[in-house]
């Protein structure tokens, strides 16, 4: 078989195993990219590549510039890298290739970096009170605004909540398919659910199309399962309209989420559950965002502040 031949293969055998059509497609495009520059080394097959050749691709693609003329970040080359050791993993197991070059390469390291902005909950409010409620598109994203804040979900796990999904009566919300192909099940507070429900009983039955029957919850303008540009832009609209200079999206609201939770003592074992991360270590970046607090408890505390 052909290297772009045994891609194929992979790919369908991610699909197989219900990968995210997302993952699916970032991981061809990567083995495909890998591929071309195997090509321009003189190897035309996986079973030919060596450790060198990937170390020598993981040094240019750390050195490369995107197109916003920055060098490729950590974390993309790691993204790279990854979607090698998975290729060259699955063809080892399948015996399509007698050792696995990519198996001792190690990930670059990457910057613990903390949440790009965090919105304080006074400027949450003001952006919550933006969307003109008298109107159906306003209501609707009011109470777009509303879930993003008080479930921390992200955009596209939004856009796919079905009318069957809520639970008002309980206050819970199922997000089937998250990021992982996983489902979760988190609390709606009390007052997403009262904007819940009147756009259920009052708003979304004026978006409905007859004939375009859908069960989605968030409905365009013209009755259709909400896109997420369009949910993007709404966010970006009514933070602009509150005099929010910073550069606010969905995972804005997301990071805000947790980490005014974590400021008013959650457990960061219940965060990590609402945010819907494997592994605890992600979840506590929003740990180290609390230090933003420190200044204010030392300016409070600290016997020298109260000094003349």
């Known amino acids: 078989m052909t290297f772009t031949e045994l891609i194929d293969e992979y790919t369908d055998h ?31 097959h ?3 590549v060596t450790a060198s050749i990937i170390h020598a691709y993981q040094r240019l693609l750390s050195r490369s510039v995107n197109a916003r003329g920055n060098l490729n970040s950590p974390e ?17 197991r399948e015996d399509h290739t007698a050792h696995d070059p990519a198996a001792e390469i190690e990930y670059a390291t990457q910057p613990k970096r ?8 006074r400027q949450v409010r003001k952006i919550l009170r933006r969307p003109d409620t008298r109107t159906v598109l306003g209501f609707r994203d009011r109470t777009i605004l509303e879930v993003f804040y008080s479930t921390a979900i992200r955009r596209r796990e939004l856009i796919r909540i079905t009318i069957d999904d809520v639970n008002l009566e309980a206050g819970l919300l199922t997000i089937r398919q998250g990021k992982g192909m996983k489902d979760r099940v988190v609390p ?50 009514h933070a602009r309209a509150a005099g929010i200079k910073a550069r606010v999206t969905p995972h804005v609201f997301r990071h805000s989420c947790a980490t005014h939770m974590l400021q008013n003592r959650a457990n960061i074992r219940h965060i990590q559950e609402l945010l819907g991360h494997n592994q605890l270590t992600t979840t506590q970046k929003y740990v ?6 420190l200044q204010e408890a030392h300016r409070r505390h600290h016997p020298r502040e109260k000094d003349r």
């Open 188 to 237: 709606l507070g009390k007052i997403a659910c009262r904007y819940i429900e009147t756009y259920l009983n009052g708003i979304r039955p004026d978006l409905v199309h007859p004939d375009r029957q859908t069960r989605a919850l968030f409905l365009s303008r013209i009755g259709r399962r909400m896109d997420p540009s369009t949910v993007k832009h709404l966010v970006a609209k």
């Open 46 to 48: 996986p079973s030919r």
């Open 76 to 92: 993309l080359c790691n993204r790279h890298l990854a979607a090698l050791k998975g290729f060259f993993r699955y063809l080892k």
């Open 114 to 121: 903390l949440p790009s902005a965090i919105l304080t909950p």
């Open 14 to 44: 991610l699909r197989a195993i219900n990968r995210a059509a997302t993952t699916i497609k970032v991981r061809a495009s990567h083995l495909r990219r890998f591929r071309d520059y195997a090509s321009g080394c003189g190897v035309d």
């Open 288 to 293: 180290r965002v609390t230090i933003t607090d």
